[in-house]
């Protein structure tokens, strides 16, 4: 089964500071990843995500992450916060079993950002 | 706006009360989903319906009903429910429960507090 973990569960970071949240996944196929955002009191938001190709993948607001398939890692960065970049972040793997697929979730990593 | 409604969002109701959640998608997707997200805890997904059916129910208890009408519209029926059973609840939809390279578009969530 696959598996996600993100590493710290609490970041802050100075704005126009660089955002640097980790995810380390485990598959044993190749996996497709994705990073969601969620503002308070709402809903998860696609960020990027990596199906094939090219490793780095661009994003929205400026975000982009790195699928490393040697060190299983797809951390998310940001080269300059903003303050409006403070929200839950989650990272998520798709796995498939004989009958389909679905998205497992990471526990989420919460980025404050400080004036 | 992701494409995907719930309704309501907020919800107070008592243990003895019987309530449902809606969710609507008018994007075409064939899959559907209900997540519980607690304080601290990883998003937990409940159930799973493609094409209408059921596909998979992760060992919720009894008293979370869900109903899947049609493609565009999934409810979660609840009565007797506990305290802890107050969370976010989030609906998601995505093409095709077995495509792995497709997201999911999640509603802003129904906050529910059983006193």
């Known amino acids: 089964a696959q598996s996600v973990t993100q590493l710290g569960s609490h970041v802050s970071v100075s704005e126009g500071a660089l955002v640097l949240l980790r995810c380390n996944y485990s598959?044993?196929?190749?996996?497709?990843l994705f990073w969601y955002v969620q503002y308070p009191n709402q809903g998860l938001q696609l960020l990027l995500k990596y199906t094939t190709g090219a490793t780095l993948v661009k994003g929205i607001n400026g975000f982009e992450a790195e699928f490393k398939k040697s060190e299983t890692s797809f951390h998310l960065t940001k080269p300059s916060a903003h303050m409006s970049d403070a929200a839950e972040y989650f990272c998520?793997?798709?796995?498939?079993?004989?009958?389909?697929?679905?998205?497992?979730f990471g526990s989420g990593t919460r980025l404050s950002i400080r004036p | 706006e992701t494409g995907v409604t719930q309704t309501p969002r907020h919800l107070v109701m008592g243990m003895t009360n019987k309530k449902s959640l809606k969710c609507e998608q008018h994007l075409g997707h064939n899959a559907m989903y209900w997540y519980k997200q607690s304080a601290k805890k990883p998003l937990e997904l409940m159930f799973v319906y493609n094409f209408k059916e059921q596909t998979e129910n992760n060992s919720v208890p009894s008293r979370f009903s869900p109903e899947c009408p049609n493609s565009s519209h999934l409810f979660l029926h609840l009565h007797t429910l506990q305290p802890e059973d107050s969370a976010l609840y989030l609906c998601a939809s995505s093409q095709e429960r077995g495509q792995m390279n497709t997201e999911a578009f999640f509603g802003q969530g129904t906050r529910l507090t059983v006193v």
């Open positions: 598959s044993s196929v190749p996996p497709y």
């Open positions: 998520a793997v798709s796995e498939s079993d004989s009958s389909a697929s679905k998205i497992i």
